[in-house]
């Protein structure tokens, strides 16, 4: 069984290939209270139907936080979006604009990473609210968290088609001085991204070529065509332009036009100096199925497009709603097996998504609340990390060992209690493994 978050199609946790077992904590003994999380949120057209979604369940997430012992963390909080223009990881300088500016198109740096507040009542670039010695909290804007947050998150659906969302943190993160201040050096890092579409981090130009010849119709399909590989369907980009299912789907690393995700990984981890210090997440379209069909745009000579993966009806607007799949974002979650979400944007209720990444981000700072429902029966291990060491901790019954308890401060109800004989490295971080 996945427990509750599954059933409203959270998957927070990756299987290990070598034991069967899926991570549903990990937590460091020392408590951080301070997180700076940062929301990628698409904003390109057809992307604000989902955002309406995301900001009327975001008092789940912050429920979540709020419920820990310490409280609040001390948070900064900020919005980013997908819209990097013409640029590219491969040129300092940007290619021609296209299309339709404010509809989609694309010109000069886009947003480039830069922290958006919009009309917020927020002091600054980002939120910021601090628990102080007394007690009382240090904030920087006015009204709840919740409502600064939903005007913030409001980024609009004029951004690029060409959604660059993992360059786009990267150029927030890596010394944005419009930004200044956004990262502390001893935070946890949290990075949540919300798209309707995968990853397209552009690394040469030509991508954005508007001659049809060399890489087909200026389309968004040239990220899907050039930007990811299928073991079945579509092992070139020549076999990803055919018609029909594909299978074994990952990013395509050797790629000349489209990023790795690889390297994004190693950015945050250099960034922080532990992995475990990052959590991600993502709301996006299923990672499967994925399959090519031809349609014709504007009532044109049909051409390859990418399917959705996912839909759902909106009963208040009485439109169904469409998201591609998210390879690629999948693909980037994967590389912090330990401390990640990855959640469907097609569904009416967000809540569960976002409790589930409100419970990472708590676990992050140092919550033990376990992530997943466990069955007493469930087959789980717990291991002490410090560093590259994993040293395995006995269930109870000898004098330094774990058990699960019930506690109804937990989102799901359950936490971890390890006893030990002496104190820990404070450098430790603990987890729990189980097979589900």
Wanted: charged content about 15%; overall charge negative.
């Amino acid at each position: 069984m996945l427990g509750a978050l599954a059933a409203c199609g959270e998957h927070d946790t990756t299987p290990d290939a070598g034991d069967g077992r899926v991570t549903v904590l990990e937590a460091p003994v020392t408590p951080n209270p301070d997180l700076d999380l940062l929301f990628m949120i698409d904003d390109s057209p057809g992307a604000p139907e989902f955002a309406i979604n995301l900001l009327s369940n975001f008092a789940s997430f912050i429920t979540v936080l709020q419920a820990l012992p310490g409280g609040l963390p001390n948070l900064h909080l900020g919005v980013i979006t997908s819209d990097m223009g013409t640029t590219t990881s491969g040129s300092a300088t940007p290619a021609p604009p296209i299309g339709q500016l404010g509809n989609g198109g694309c010109s000069g740096t886009g947003k480039d990473g830069v922290l958006q507040v919009g009309g917020a009542p927020v002091t600054g670039a980002f939120v910021s609210d601090i628990r102080l010695a007394d007690g009382t909290r240090q904030t920087n804007y006015t009204g709840t968290l919740a409502d600064a947050f939903s005007v913030m998150a409001k980024v609009g659906g004029g951004g690029c088609g060409f959604e660059q969302p993992l360059r786009a943190v990267k150029a927030a993160l890596d010394g944005n001085p419009a930004n200044a201040g956004f990262v502390r050096p001893n935070a946890v890092l949290g990075i949540v991204l919300f798209s309707e579409e995968d990853d397209c981090s552009v690394k040469d130009p030509m991508l954005f070529d508007p001659d049809p010849s060399v890489l087909g119709p200026l389309q968004s399909f040239r990220c899907t065509r050039f930007g990811v590989t299928c073991a079945t369907g579509g092992a070139t980009p020549d076999e990803m332009n055919q018609v029909g299912a594909k299978s074994g789907c990952g990013p395509n690393a050797t790629s000349a036009i489209i990023d790795d995700v690889a390297p994004m990984r190693d950015f945050l981890v250099g960034l922080k100096g532990d992995a475990h210090e990052i959590f991600v997440a993502a709301i996006a379209g299923t990672p499967e199925p994925v399959a090519v069909e031809l349609g014709a745009p504007g009532g044109g000579t049909p051409i390859p497009f990418l399917a959705a993966s996912c839909t759902f009806f909106d009963p208040d607007t009485g439109f169904t709603h469409a998201a591609n799949p998210g390879v690629r974002l999948e693909a980037f979650l994967d590389l912090f097996p330990d401390t990640r979400v990855l959640a469907t944007a097609c569904q009416n209720d967000l809540s569960g998504a976002l409790g589930a990444i409100g419970q990472l981000a708590a676990n992050a700072t140092g919550s033990t609340c376990i992530r997943a429902v466990l069955p007493p029966e469930a087959d789980c291990i717990v291991e002490d990390i410090v560093g590259a060491i994993v040293t395995p901790i006995p269930a109870c019954g000898a004098p330094a060992c774990w058990r699960i308890e019930n506690d109804t401060s937990c989102m799901l109800g359950q936490k971890l209690v390890v006893d030990r004989v002496a104190a820990p490295d404070p450098a430790t971080f603990t987890r729990l493994r189980c097979k589900l």
